[in-house]
């Protein structure tokens, strides 16, 4: 493993997932929004994929540009009873944007002033069957995992009983 | 040009304010749920950054990233399930008509 990553293909990257959120702010149809996330759920797929973290990226693109993006589209397709209702009038908020613009101000200080301790590079990336090894041992992380899907569960059987048809 | 740990800090400091920006000030739920979608990817990219940068030989940031992950998921399962069942209730979807609470 290298102390830098390619300059090249992280700008190319930043550029796509930096301007897709730009856009999906800008852009009035909620449907093309969208479609903007999910331009850049798989821009920070390429993102971690640089990180050197193929299985995440993996991930990142069968949850956020796979399930979460279809979710949103259906929702957007149940909630809009007319073609014209995905218009919106353009939300601009010139609080919201100072905040925001102090918050990244903050956030950048703290990056300038913070030091990464030096780190022995190991030879190589960690692969996949490590990864499963120590999340898969009692020691490691088996019971966050198992408590994940206890919460997974509990949320999908929570999504099917608010969103069925209801009796008030 | 070096590529480092700060250039990916600072591009999810940039990713997570743009996802505040709309968190904060969209009207729609929708676009305020997608919103909160871009502050979870800009975490995910800080947990990986650091992990890739600073341990990289024990993984930690993969595992908080895939928990992360499914913390997300099922926040935006609930969320979208929420979305509907107001919306069956008072037919709008905007934040702004979610007010039968208000004192």
Known sequence: MTETVNAVAFVALAVAALGGSLAMLASRNVVHAAYWLLEVSVAAAGLYWLLDAEYVALMQLLVYAGAVAILLIFTIMITLRRREDATRPADFSAGALVLAALFFGVIALAVQAFEAPAVQMPESVPDLAAFGAVMFSVDGWALPFEIASLVLTVALVGAVWWSKEGDD | ?103
């Open chain 2, 1 to 103: 040009m070096q590529i480092g740990l700060e250039a990916f800090l600072l591009l999810a400091a940039a990713l997570f304010s743009s996802g505040l920006y709309g968190a904060v000030s969209k009207r729609g739920a929708v676009q305020v749920l997608m919103s909160l979608e871009l502050m979870a990817i800009a975490v995910n990219l800080n947990l990986l950054a650091f992990n890739r940068f600073v341990t990289p030989a024990e993984m930690t940031g993969w595992f908080f990233t895939v928990f992360a992950m499914v913390v997300s998921a099922a926040e935006i399962g609930l969320g979208l399930a929420l979305i509907l069942a107001i919306y069956r209730r008072s037919r709008t979807s905007e934040v702004t008509g979610m007010s039968e609470l208000k004192g």
